[in-house]
């Protein structure tokens, strides 16, 4: 997927003109490619409209406007642009009271080992395929966890041609003990997926002005 370029972006006073058709349908696009993991987890997959709009959110709140600034933006962002065969997802350890937070973070701390959250494809026919999450390493430590991580998922041919034939069950699955889950993915949520992995026609997202 085509990372976002200095080109894309548009000036503030465009954005901010702008800025509130434009969050509402983001906030759509971001409910269908969000997962839940109950109790506590949650993972939004990021495409090129989301990172896009984090950037110019991020431009926008800092006032950013130097050149030099903007492209550190661009390359701290295009980090969660998804890698051929790949996806990527921002993960979050919802637990709204902060003080309930910083007790809960240490059960979560190796939620990073592979294999803790990853993809269960169940082709009509053969085995049962896993696409582990790679966590970020700079977001984790053998001390300490973020509540906020970031994943890949590399998905194998195998794992594609699978999924490509849209027969095959699609679920997400932490198996870690502080929050055993595994949910099936929606249609609109494996729709954008698919539009990830495959480049089919994504939905509808932010154009550049150009």
């Not at 939620?111 to 269960?120: A, Q, S, T, V």
């Not at 998905?155 to 699955?173: I, K, M, N």
């Amino acid at each position: 997927m085509k990372k976002v370029a200095r080109a894309d972006l548009w000036p503030l006073e465009t954005y901010e003109s702008r800025r509130d058709a434009i969050r509402k349908k983001m906030i759509a696009l971001k409910s269908r490619r969000r997962v839940l993991l109950p109790p506590n987890i949650s993972l939004t997959f990021e495409n090129r409209g989301t990172v896009w709009y984090q950037i110019q959110e991020m431009l926008r709140a800092e006032r950013i406007v130097k050149i030099a600034a903007i492209r550190h933006e661009l390359r701290t962002y295009n980090e969660l642009v998804p890698p051929q065969n790949g996806l990527r997802a921002t993960l979050f350890i919802e637990i709204p009271d902060l003080h309930k937070l910083r007790d809960a973070l240490p059960r979560f701390r190796d939620l990073p080992r592979l294999g803790n959250i990853y993809f269960e494809i169940e082709p009509r026919r053969g085995e049962v395929i896993k696409i582990p999450a790679e966590f970020d390493p700079e977001q984790y430590s053998e001390e300490r966890v973020s509540a906020v991580q970031y994943l890949t998922f590399r998905f194998t041919r195998e794992a594609c041609d699978a999924l490509r034939g849209r027969s095959a069950r699609l679920h997400l699955v932490c198996a870690h003990p502080a929050n055993r889950a595994r949910v099936p993915v929606s249609a609109a949520t494996r729709r954008e997926l698919h539009s990830d992995l495959f480049a089919l026609p994504a939905s509808p997202g932010v154009r550049s002005p150009r």
